[in-house]
Structures are given as C-alpha cells and as structure tokens.
C-alpha cells in the first residue's frame, strides 16, 4: 500500500505523530505489532506549569541527571516544550489529576499524573480514542520485518507480508529493555526498530545507557513500584526496617544502593496514609494483594529492573536519522535529551513532543537523495534462545558491570548460529554489550566497578 507517511509502533510518540501528521493534512498508516511501553508508564508527564517553576529550571534538573553527556539544546527544547505539550494534550480531551508531584531529582513539583499511579494507560486511551476519530490514520497490526532502503527509506516490509510503501517513515518502536530477563517491559521492548536501522545504515549510539528501575517487585510475578511512591514518602528499608537510602536520589544511585545492598531490600509505605495510597496508587495496592502482601502493614520486596534504554537511532531536534527518509520518535531514538541517565518523568514528554516534531518535518520536509546504503550481515549466533539472551544482559549489562563480564557475553552472543527473533534479539545485545565494553569509565546509568570513577570517557 501507498502513503504519505508510515508510523511504526503506536505508543506515545507513534500516536503522537500520526495525529500531528494527519492534522497536517497527511495520510497516514499506522502500524504496530502491540502495545508497547507508554501503557505501562506508572509515573506521569514532566513539564514546568506551576508559576514558581520553569523550562529553565526543568533543564537544569536533566542536564545535571544526565551525568553531563545531555546535548543542552535537546534538553532546552524539550522543557520549553513542556507547558505547550500538556495543552495540546488536553486539546485532545486529555484530563490530568490536580497538582504536580515531585519524583527523584527534580526539584520542584513538575509531574502531572493521570488516574494516580496508571498514567500511561489513561493518557494512551485519550490518544487511541483520538486516533480513532482521524479519518486520514489507517491502523495495522504487524511486526516489523525490515526497513525498505536504497537511497533513501521508502517505507517497510512487515512479517506476514504487509508492505507500505511511504513518502518518510517515522520509527516509534521503543527502546531495548525487554531483552533483559528482568525488567519492567513487555517482550515487545526489544530494539527491533534500533537494530533494523542501524542495518539499514543508520547511526545508533549510546546503546550503553540503560536505566534500571530500583523498586520492582522482587516476587515470581514481578511488577513496577512507580516512583511516586517515594515521592509521597515511601522508604527503602533493609530486613531490620532500616533505611539504607536517600530515596528520592536520581535513579541510577537508588538502583546501585539497592543492587549493591546485602540481604534483600524492601519498599515500605506502612507509615503513610491508608486513604492517599487507595487513591493515588491503586496499582501498587492491587498488584500487592494480588502477591500476598498488605502493602499497609507489611514492607515489599523490591530488586532492580530495566526499565528504561537512552540510545538508540541518532537524530536532530526534528527526529531524522543519518537515513535520508527515516524519522525515530521516543525511546528509540537517542535526541540526546537523557545523555547518561534519563530524568523520571521526561519520557513522555518526549515521546510526544518529539513525536510531533518528527512528523512535522517528515511531512514538511521534501525528500533529498542520499547515498545508498546497504544492510549488514547479521552474525552467527548458536544455541542461544532469547530468554539465555535476558540472561547474559542481566549478568553482564545489569546495574553493575565489569569488562570481563562483558567480554564473556560478548563472545557468547556472537558464537554459533540460531535464526529469527533469537538472532535478533542476539544481536542486539551484543551491540549493547560492546558499546559498555568500549566505555570504560563509569557514568551516569553505566557503571563500571572495574573503573569506577564516574567521568565521562
């Protein structure tokens, strides 16, 4: 099929340019295999509206989590875009909670909640809703397959033949978080959309840069503790009931005091009240029960989980990669914004700011030809399944790592030969494995014990 302007993925920044881009006047196909990350999102959008808060202030806030690897005109844009973002949200019917929390490392109120503790569910059923009164978005459930690249990406190829040919594509694919055995991801979070990209000739960068959640159910049925909590007082506490923690530190240092901790680690909000934790945080109380656990008598297990990738496809403050055509939005892209260590909150924020601005210049933008640029061969990788792949990143790519762990792991995925989603999933983290192997000091979300310092190389 023809169209102006192809989506891949229907998350936040998906949903975010496919109405941008139809609202431009644009036919638009959007296409995606499920619903991905932004429906998880527990925690709420970041944006400076109160009267004694700024995008100023907003930036200073994620230039300093971000371990000073930020790109300070990414991060400028963003927040200035913050206020402008929540209106045209709420132009969509969007309808946020009253009043802004504080989450770790900001210092201000900024972060609008939608429904308590189900953001992300409540702000993606505004967004499908909206989807679905615009004539010019055709929806399509597929998997990505490949890219369509010669001199520039004319679209792509999806498993079970569907094949969109498009004036510019825009990849919303998510980040690589999934791949991990533990993690706050669905298995859809796999990089598919960084790795056929970067197959396609595309720059990708900062693969290195994962960021674990530090509170996540530590039980056979994992689930995310979002970082309001803390915000509303909740303590991180050791078998004993003693706290071992700042709580309300960026996440990476929560992560590593918790990764690092002896003994199990625990979440308590006993002290807090029974009313404000059955309004504003219903998903902690029911998935608490769910596991056995009256989270208002007794602590929560927690462990550290992936949760969030900064790297992936290289591109400007209007979305387009070094792939003359192709556009990324969300976390699949690396704006720069997050450098070493994202800001809690910022990622819905920019999923749908740059959401928009992606689709905007891809619809805007007239086509200019690039050279041609082949896809690359894919290693031979053996034996691995993708849960021996979750594995070695958890061993090797998790919260604390060492170059010799790396390299094992890297020698592991590169070995053999196995085909399909194991392949991919295979390759991908090798990718992320040699990008923590070539940076051998500590910063921000990657750190390194066998070098601790934390400086950027």
């Not at 399944?385 to 790396?406: F, I, M, N, P, Q």
Request: overall charge neutral; charged content about 20%.
């Amino acid at each position: 099929m023809n169209t102006d302007l192809l989506v891949v993925g229907d998350g936040l920044a998906g949903s975010a340019a496919a109405i941008e881009a139809a609202r431009m006047g644009a036919s638009v196909a959007l296409v995606s295999a499920a619903h991905g990350s932004s429906d998880r999102a527990q925690g709420g959008i970041a944006a400076a509206t109160l009267p004694e808060d700024s995008p100023r202030l907003h930036a200073l806030d994620t230039l300093a989590a971000g371990g000073d690897l930020c790109d300070p005109s990414a991060v400028a844009m963003l927040t200035s875009a913050g206020p402008g973002t929540v209106r045209w949200l709420e132009s969509l019917g969007v309808h946020f909670d009253g009043g802004s929390a504080r989450e770790a490392a900001h210092s201000l109120p900024r972060v609008l909640h939608l429904g308590g503790d189900q953001s992300g569910s409540t702000l993606m059923a505004f967004m499908r809703s909206a989807i679905e009164n615009e004539p010019r978005i055709t929806r399509y459930r597929a998997r990505l397959k490949s890219l369509s690249v010669d001199d520039s990406c004319g679209g792509a190829i999806f498993v079970g033949g569907l094949s969109v040919h498009a004036g510019a594509t825009v990849l919303a694919t998510g980040g690589y978080a999934g791949l991990y055995g533990l993690t706050t991801n669905s298995r859809i979070s796999n990089g598919k959309g960084i790795l056929e990209a970067a197959r396609s000739g595309a720059r990708v960068a900062d693969l290195e840069f994962v960021q674990f959640h530090p509170t996540v159910f530590d039980g056979a049925h994992s689930f995310l503790i979002t970082e309001a909590l803390r915000g509303a007082g909740a303590i991180l506490v050791d078998d004993r009931g003693e706290r071992f923690v700042d709580e309300l530190l960026p996440r990476d240092q929560v992560a590593r005091a918790v990764a690092a901790h002896r003994g199990r680690a625990f979440i308590s909000a006993t002290h807090l009240d029974p009313e404000l934790l059955r309004r504003n945080f219903p998903n902690f109380m029911r998935n608490c029960r769910r596991a056995g656990i009256d989270p208002l008598r007794q602590a929560v297990p927690i462990a550290p989980a992936a949760h969030y990738t900064m790297g992936g496809v290289v591109s400007d403050l209007d979305g387009r990669s070094s792939v003359d055509g192709l556009y990324a939005a969300g976390e699949c892209a690396r704006t720069g914004v997050h450098g070493a260590n994202r800001l809690a909150s910022n990622s819905l924020l920019e999923a749908a700011a740059f959401g928009r601005r992606a689709a905007a210049a891809a619809v805007s933008a007239p086509s200019v030809p690039s050279a041609s640029r082949s896809r690359s061969i894919a290693w031979r990788r053996g034996g691995l399944t993708v849960s021996d792949v979750g594995d070695l990143l958890d061993s090797a790519a998790g919260v604390l790592r060492t170059g010799a762990e790396l390299k094992v792991a890297l020698t592991r995925l590169r070995s053999g030969a196995v085909s399909g989603v194991a392949a991919d999933a295979a390759e991908m983290a090798a990718m992320i494995c040699a990008a923590a192997l070539a940076r051998p000091a500590s910063v921000g979300a990657h750190q390194r014990q066998d070098e601790p310092a934390a400086i950027a190389s």
